[in-house]
């Protein structure tokens, strides 16, 4: 790390996230075209955006993230017609393609263009693209007049952030700036998808599911048919989500999981340990009060779960527990999505 990294002030600005102000922008434009590093809100999560034309710029970001530098980064655009300018010849039909899910929380990998580094790729052949869904973000872009190379704006290992307190929490002082345009939408990162072979490939489930894709793309393969010499997706390699305290995520169907946290609770516990549990609206008053219990929401409400899970686990560490006991799911549809970033922030999975 830079020296001069850590001594930044970090400005916060608010943003409008609907119709954010031009001069706004422009502010935010400017450091971009300037090789700094700015956050901003997507419908995903926020992102710590950087110039993918500009290595220096890109390498900033690995930087104030502490990202391993072969894990590659994620680029944005703010229009199809862009699509050009960072990816190698793209085929008429992925175009017609992407043109229905963008802009939207899906990410697809193409052949990379001479203008994207290899340092955004991590020396990859090729590069992973999504317009995103968020009118600050789409403006961000379009004013930089770049694509804009973006990971989630979070210190590396911890929680992506679904808020721009998320994003001062990691990296204050390591970055100038970050656009505040409240919580995101999904709280999750995108669905990034591999459609380059005879079938899809997905590398990593997101808020949009293989059932809704399959209408387009037909039935998905297994990632492990694709042979790559380093990572290919998100949390394939690396741990990601993690909070502090080890986290048992518990099987089963409801009434048996809360029987088997309350057990398993009661065996592990020191009277100083403080329990955390991750639980649902529908079991939330089964367990104790004094165990730090916060609810995702309703099991019947999953996408409202999904948006919370970053959020508890950020609240998890500030109230700093001992143990969190988390409430499994089965892996249908959406669910599947917050069962992958679950398993991903769990030391242990037991079943009922
Ligand atoms: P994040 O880690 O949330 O910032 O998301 C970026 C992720 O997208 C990386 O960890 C990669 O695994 C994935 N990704 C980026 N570029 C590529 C690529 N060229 N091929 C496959 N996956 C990629
Ligand atoms: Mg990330």
Redesign the pocket.
């Known amino acids: 790390m830079d020296a001069g990294q850590l001594h930044l002030k970090t400005s916060l600005l608010k943003v409008d996230p609907l119709a954010p102000q031009p001069s706004l922008i422009a502010r935010a434009a400017r450091l971009i075209k300037n090789g700094e590093v700015v956050a901003f809100p997507t419908e995903t999560v926020y992102g710590l955006g950087a110039d993918a034309t500009n290595d220096l710029a890109v390498e900033k970001i690995f930087e104030a993230k502490g990202r391993p530098s072969d894990?590659?980064?994620?680029v944005h655009i703010s229009s199809v017609g862009e699509l050009g300018k960072v990816v190698r010849n793209p085929s008429p039909k992925v175009v017609e393609f992407v043109s229905y899910y963008w802009p939207g929380p899906l990410?697809v990998?193409f052949k990379?263009s001479s203008s994207i580094s290899y340092r955004v790729?991590?020396g990859?052949e090729?590069?992973?693209v999504r317009m995103p869904a968020h009118p600050v973000a789409l403006a961000l872009i379009s004013a930089s007049g770049r694509p804009i190379a973006?990971?989630?704006a979070n210190i590396s290992g911890r929680p992506?952030p679904t808020s721009a307190q998320h994003v001062v929490e990691d990296l204050d002082g390591r970055i100038p700036l970050v656009l505040d345009g409240g919580e995101t939408h999904y709280g999750v990162?995108s669905t990034?998808i591999?459609i380059s072979g005879e079938t899809p490939v997905l590398?990593?489930p997101g808020p949009i599911t293989t059932a809704d894709l399959s209408p387009l793309l037909g039935e998905f393969g297994e990632p492990g048919h694709v042979h790559r010499e380093r990572?290919?997706?998100?949390?394939?390699k690396y741990v990601?989500y993690a909070p502090n305290a080890p986290l048992t995520l518990v099987l089963g169907k409801p009434n048996g999981i809360v029987d088997k946290v309350l057990d398993l609770a009661k065996r592990s516990g020191s009277s100083e340990s403080k329990i955390g549990v991750l639980c649902t609206d529908e079991t939330y008053s089964r367990y104790p009060p004094d165990f730090v219990r916060l609810s995702l929401g309703s099991r019947f409400a999953p996408y409202e779960m999904l948006r919370n899970l970053y959020r508890c686990l950020r609240f998890f560490d500030k109230a700093k527990v001992s143990a969190i006991y988390a409430e499994g799911f089965d892996e249908i549809g959406i669910n599947a999505t917050l069962m992958n970033r679950l398993r991903k922030a769990a030391t242990s999975v037991v079943e009922t």
């Open positions: 894990n590659p980064i994620i990410t990998i990379k790729t991590a990859l090729t590069v992973a973006a990971p989630s992506s990162e990034v591999d590398l990593r990572p290919i997706a998100p949390g394939m990601h």
